[in-house]
């Protein structure tokens, strides 16, 4: 009878291991125990309430910049330190060499929706804006854009006022990983995109302050001229299943809120024979801090 009851608690402390396989703390942060498995207690409706994107990025033109994203509920910042900038870059923006632009403006949407069938939906939508005024004491030998022309010898200012609109949405399936690669089970996430979109709305607006009286921005009156550009880029892409992933270390899973960081390190290249052709390098890292709905 002692040996029955040997071998029946030997079955039950392994069926009991096998049932909170998931439920034990997988990170750092993790809680020791959850009476909620692992994939449950990721599975939820989460709010982005916190995001840090840091980048390096590094262009065939000899361009770097270094770029940081930072949100906190719903105001967002990014702050773009450029690195022998080039001229292009310098006309657009009416900037010196080797300077810092700041945009500051505010998130609109940005959740995960995770589902315990294996299925996810992602939403990320904010607002930037910038102003920026740029003096020229002798005016410009070239045009500073297609709608305003030449003006040399002649002092104006130039004020602008740039919007950027970004939406990104992501639907697919999602899982943890295995053992591999020297991370434990259920240490980090995967995105499985099968469909994306990206909308990106641009705008700026010039205004001219030069002196004026005839049209001929020849006299000594000031007048204003004020003219506007807009750029909107809409892609929608579609993958199969596997084809195009997000990976994600995730900690301090505990059901009402979570973190999930990774590494970046991409190289993309484009080309034509016989031409030096287009390529960019991005390192960095991003974070996400996700709060239960």
Sequence with gaps: MKKFRIVGFILLITFMSTLLEGCFGKGENDPWLSF???????????????????????????ESREILIRQSGNTIS?????????????DSLQAGQDTTIEWKGRV???????????????????TLEKTHGKYYENGKSTPITPFFPAYPGKPFTMDSVMKRNYHTEFRGRWNFLNDIDGWNEDERVVFEIESASYIL????????????????????????TTFSSQILESTVLKYANGEHSDLWAIDGLNGSSVTMNRPLDLIYTHAFTGTEGYKRTRKGSELYELEGE
């Design 36 to 62: 909620s498995s692992r994939k449950a207690r990721m599975s939820n409706d989460w709010d982005i309430v916190k995001f840090n994107g840091d980048y390096f990025l590094k262009l065939n033109s000899g």
């Design 78 to 90: 990014e702050t773009t330190s450029f690195i022998n900038m080039s001229q292009e870059t310098q």
């Design 108 to 126: 609109i949407e940005a959740y995960y929706n995770i589902s315990e069938d294996g299925t996810f939906s992602f939403s990320y939508e904010y």
């Design 201 to 224: 709305n641009y705008s700026v607006t010039y205004t001219c302050d030069a002196e004026d009286d005839d049209g001929r921005w020849d006299n000594s009156d000031p007048v204003d």
